[in-house]
């Protein structure tokens, strides 16, 4: 059974940090590519950040220098750690292989920043 759980989410000032982790079922983590996406209110949902098998990164220019997305292939795990945060960061953020699957979706993470 391929599960996503994504943790780490809050109310965070501008300026601060969070770190996001997403725990995935070893079926799917240790075959795929892996992402972080966000949702905003009103918008569609965004990549954020992509880490591959290789450890490769690539990131979203609206978060570039700020978040960095790393794997513990050991656990199972992708993170996000997120710094400098803005209020336009504000979203559900959701971790899914990549390129996304449909199925895999699961119910995200709020992070909320004030200013």
């Known amino acids: 059974q391929v599960q996503l759980v994504e943790s780490g989410g809050g109310l965070v000032q501008a300026g601060g940090s969070l770190k996001l982790s997403c725990a995935a079922s070893r079926s799917i983590f240790s075959r795929n590519a892996m992402g972080w996406y966000r949702q905003a209110p009103g918008k569609q949902r965004e990549l954020v950040a992509t880490i591959t098998l290789g450890t490769n990164t690539n990131y979203a220019d609206s978060v570039k220098g700020r978040f960095t997305i790393y794997r513990d292939n050991a656990k199972n795990t992708v993170y996000l750690q997120m710094n400098s945060l803005k209020p336009e960061d504000t979203a559900v953020y959701y971790c899914?292989?990549?390129?996304?699957?449909?199925?895999?979706w699961g119910q995200g993470t709020q992070v909320t920043v004030s200013s």
């Open positions: 899914n292989v990549r390129p996304a699957v449909q199925g895999y």
